[in-house]
């Protein structure tokens, strides 16, 4: 599997995602391997911590991709890992778009603001354009530091849904202070210590629904 947690709107926390979806699966027992393809590098700021800190090191492989690099080195290298997490940042990069054409999946987080909202065409339209070299690329998206209350986390939804080329994904994760104090330490939100159970459920949510979702749909394409 394949995924790039990407989109054009930076702040809705697409490499707190990719972090933690990268360490769920590795400690599942999947052989993973992460790939940086944010200039800001994020990501592997977050493995070196993980490699000085923890006795057994991050758990996964870290490597830094740009450009076309993106589409031939996770071409090389997929076969040699069960599953690949590309964490791409928040602008419509020619890295995303490399990483777009080897995904099986894009995973979009929204935050459930205007702004954010607003950009859905655009990612939209950037997922039509990249099924023309992938036709079997699969889009879902989902609310990100949700609200804790009010209607905006609903409304967002409703857009999503309405939204041509997206799949929305019905497990919102909340604006926590966990992930944030998580990610300082180099570590996923389920290795925080104190746990913050509600954040803790939301993530492993998302990563088994995802993952449920893509295999199951897979397999019925190749059955």
């Not at 926390?13 to 990268?22: S, V």
């Not at 804790?148 to 909340?174: F, S």
């Not at 290795?191 to 803790?200: F, G, I």
Request: charged share 25%; net charge negative.
């Amino acid at each position: 599997m394949i995924i790039t947690v990407g989109g054009i709107k930076g702040g809705s926390g697409k490499t707190t995602i990719a972090t933690n979806l990268a360490v769920l699966r590795a400690q599942s027992g999947r052989d993973l391997l992460l790939v940086d393809a944010d200039d800001q590098e994020t990501a592997s700021d977050f493995t070196m911590l993980r490699n000085e800190k923890l006795p057994n090191g991050a758990g996964f492989t870290s490597i830094k991709l740009t450009g076309a690099a993106v589409r031939t080195e996770i071409r090389r290298l997929a076969d040699k890992y069960d599953d690949v997490v590309i964490d791409t940042g928040g602008r419509d990069t020619s890295s995303q778009r490399a990483a777009l054409t080897v995904s099986n999946v894009l995973l979009v987080p929204f935050v459930p603001r205007s702004f954010d909202v607003w950009t859905l065409e655009k990612v939209s339209q950037l997922v039509a354009e990249m099924r023309a070299a992938n036709p079997e690329l699969a889009a879902y998206a989902f609310i990100n530091r949700a609200d804790p209350r009010g209607q905006d986390n609903a409304e967002a939804e409703e857009v999503i849904r309405d939204t041509q080329e997206l799949t929305l994904i019905e497990t919102p994760i909340g604006a926590r202070k966990a992930f944030g104090n998580a990610a300082a330490q180099g570590l996923s939100v389920i290795e925080l210590k104190p746990q913050d159970a509600k954040a803790t459920d939301e993530v492993m949510m998302l990563c088994r629904h995802l993952f449920d979702i893509t295999e199951t749909s897979r397999a019925a394409v190749g059955a």
